[in-house]
C-alpha cells in the first residue's frame, strides 16, 4: 500500500543511492506522488536514462540524474549547483547511498572503515552543507537520513558499519537543532532487516538467527519504508525534526 502526499508534487526531491534497493524504491514511490525525483548516478547512463523514463511513465512531474559519487564532494557540489541554477531549489533531501563491509574487528582494514565512514555519513554531511545555502532560501525543507537499527543497537562484525549509522543520528539531531529556526527539518530513519541486495548478500545462517528475533517474523519491504520516507519528506510530518524512527518489524524493542 503506498501512501499518498499531496503536496509532494511537484518537490524536488535528491535521492542519494537510487540505483537498486531501498533508494530505488523511495524513487519510484515519491515518482508516484508527482514529485521532481532527482538521484545519482555513478557512471552508467543508459541505467540512469531507465530509470528517469521508469519514474516518469510512474507519475514524476520530472526526474533528472546527476553523475556524481557521494564520496567525491567536489563532483557532487558540481553536479547539485548546477541543477540548482537551472531547476531552482532542491527542498527534499534522503541521504541514501550506503555500503557495508563486514568484518571481525581483528580483520577489519582502515581501508574498509575508511570507506564506510567516506560513504555512509562523510557524503552526507557534505551534501547537506552543499544544499544548506540554498535551503536557507526555500519552504518546506525536510531532510532524511537513512541510518540503521544497527546504529542503535549495535552488531557483531559490523564496527565501522554502526558507527557510521549511529554518527548518522547524532548529525541529524544537531542538523535538526541548528536549522529548526529557518523552519528546515531533519529526521533520521533506523531500518531492520530490509529485502534489498545488502540483505541478500548475507550469509543464511544470520538472515534465519535475525529472522526469529523480529517479534513481526518478516523481512520488512522497501515499499514499507519509502513510505516512511514520504511522510517524513511532506508537511504531513511538518512539527516532526530531530527524531529516529525505527522501522524494523519490533526487532530493538
Ligand atoms: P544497496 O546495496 O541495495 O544499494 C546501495 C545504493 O547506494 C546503490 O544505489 C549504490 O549505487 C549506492 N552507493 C553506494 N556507494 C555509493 C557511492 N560512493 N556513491 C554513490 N552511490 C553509492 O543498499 P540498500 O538499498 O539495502 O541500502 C540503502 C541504505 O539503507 C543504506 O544506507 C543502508 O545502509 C541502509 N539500510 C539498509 C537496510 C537493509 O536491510 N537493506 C537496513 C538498514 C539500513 P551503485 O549501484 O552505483 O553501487
Request: glycine share 8%; net charge neutral; hydrophobic share 45%.
Amino acid at each position: 500500500m503506498i501512501a499518498k502526499f499531496s503536496d509532494l508534487a511537484g518537490k524536488n526531491i535528491l535521492i542519494t543511492g537510487a540505483s537498486r534497493g531501498l533508494g530505488r524504491k523511495m524513487a519510484e514511490v515519491l515518482a508516484t506522488q508527482g514529485a521532481h525525483v532527482i538521484f545519482n548516478y555513478r557512471g552508467d547512463e543508459s541505467a540512469a536514462n531507465l530509470l528517469k523514463e521508469e519514474l516518469i511513465s510512474l507519475g514524476a512531474s520530472n526526474a533528472t540524474a546527476l553523475l556524481f559519487d557521494v564520496t567525491n564532494t567536489v563532483q557532487m557540489k558540481e553536479a547539485v549547483e548546477k541543477f540548482i541554477e537551472s531547476n531552482g531549489a532542491i527542498t527534499g533531501l534522503v541521504n541514501n547511498a550506503g555500503i557495508s563491509k563486514d568484518q571481525i574487528v581483528l580483520r577489519m582494514k582502515e581501508e574498509d572503515v575508511a570507506q564506510t565512514i567516506n560513504t555512509n555519513l562523510t557524503s552526507a554531511i557534505m551534501l547537506t552543507q552543499i544544499l544548506s545555502r540554498s535551503f536557507l532560501k526555500a519552504e518546506n525543507v525536510s531532510v532524511v537520513n537513512i541510518s540503521s537499527i544497527v546504529g542503535l543497537m549495535g552488531n557483531a562484525s559490523q564496527i565501522a558499519y554502526a558507527a557510521s549509522k549511529a554518527g548518522l543520528i547524532g548529525f541529524t539531531k544537531s542538523y535538526a537543532k541548528e536549522l529548526a529556526s529557518r523552519n528546515i527539518r531533519c529526521n533520521a530513519i533506523c531500518p531492520g532487516f530490509i529485502t534489498t541486495d545488502m540483505t541478500h548478500a548475507l550469509d543464511e545462517k544470520v538472515k534465519d538467527a535475525y529472522l526469529n528475533t523480529i517479534p513481526l517474523k518478516r523481512m520488512g519491504d522497501p515499499e514499507e519504508v519509502a513510505n516512511l520516507v514520504c511522510f517524513l519528506l511532506s508537511k504531513a510530518s511538518s512539527y516532526i525534526t530531530g527524531e529516529t524512527i525505527k522501522i524494523d518489524g519490533g526487532l530493538y524493542i
